[in-house]
């Protein structure tokens, strides 16, 4: 298992609004059941390990988003004595 797992969530809503703008690999051509239960087994995981799966909402602007990560990166590795 990682040590640091982080994910990016965003409602399906959005997620339909941004894929429409691309052209769709194998996935993203999935109906919106797949990617329900897709996005709901990834928030199932993240409750049962907290302490490992950091959820971020996507939907910040990319700026403050990268901030989060970067600032939960950064307390992560200096608690493990990495930096």
Request: positive net charge; charged residues 45%; glycine residues 2%.
């Amino acid at each position: 298992k990682p040590h640091l797992t982080i994910l990016i969530d965003i409602p399906l809503s959005v997620s339909r609004e941004r894929i429409a703008k691309e052209e769709k690999d194998r996935l993203e051509k999935e109906d919106e059941e797949f990617h329900k239960r897709v996005r709901d087994t990834y928030l199932f995981l993240a409750k049962r390990a907290p302490k490992r799966i950091k959820v971020f909402d996507g939907t910040k602007n990319i700026e403050d988003l990268h901030l989060e990560i970067r600032t939960k990166v950064i307390e992560f590795l200096t608690k493990k004595g990495v930096i």
